[in-house]
């Protein structure tokens, strides 16, 4: 199954939803193509907020993931997203060397210019509008989109916590697939009373 995940790098959620989604990527022969958000460009934060300068880095960060997409290395920007990810969500960093992580993953460490290149930013707002065209504005990160008895169709979410038990885990998928797939189904939701627990994650 071809599965698109749009993805922002600083967000924690949207980081633990990617973890559960490639647990079970294997299990349920599922094709992850991953596309970009940037929250930067959505919420469009002040100078002065603290969100500011963690979601413009992660702009610049995305800008490399569709300088490697445009050299036809699609299929690698899930290992790349995971390495921005470990450092950001485990290291706490996000000043971090995006040349060498290109070079340790086998990608040109040229990629790495197009941090400060906005020549990028019209795929990357080409693509976080095909997103948030299937699931509206009111909505952040993760979105998911997989084809469906009518077409394509998107969700926000889910929104999740903590890794889970393996079958808990394929579980949860094939209940997301039956909620995205029923006509009519747009919305469940409760308070969110925690962040996310990285130390569930395993690499």
């Known amino acids: ?32 193509e991953w596309q970009p958000i940037s929250l930067m460009f959505k919420n469009n934060p002040p100078e002065d907020s603290p969100f500011y300068e963690p979601t413009l880095r992660t702009l610049h960060l995305l800008r490399v993931m569709e300088s490697a997409r445009a050299a036809g290395h699609g299929d690698r920007l899930g290992e790349l997203y995971t390495e921005f990810g470990r450092r950001i969500h485990h290291d ?28 990028f930013d019209l795929p990357i707002h080409e693509r976080m509008d ?43 998928w094939d209940g997301f697939v039956l909620m995205a797939d029923t006509p009519g189904f747009f919305e469940l939701k409760r308070t969110r009373a925690d962040g996310p627990d990285m130390s569930t994650i395993t690499f």
């Open 92 to 119: 706490e960093q996000l000043d971090f060397d995006v040349a060498q992580i290109l070079t340790d993953l086998g990608l040109d460490a040229t990629h790495a210019e197009a941090l400060d290149d906005d020549s």
């Open 1 to 32: 199954m071809k599965v698109e995940f749009w993805v922002d790098p600083i967000c924690p959620f949207c980081w633990m939803t990617s973890r559960w989604i490639v647990s079970v990527a294997e299990d349920r022969d599922l094709e992850i």
């Open 130 to 172: 095909e997103g948030l065209a299937l699931v509206g504005d009111d909505v952040g990160t993760p979105i998911i989109a997989v084809d469906g008895a009518a077409g394509r169709v998107g969700l926000f979410g889910p929104v999740i916590t903590s890794m889970m038990p393996h079958e808990a885990a394929l579980k949860l």
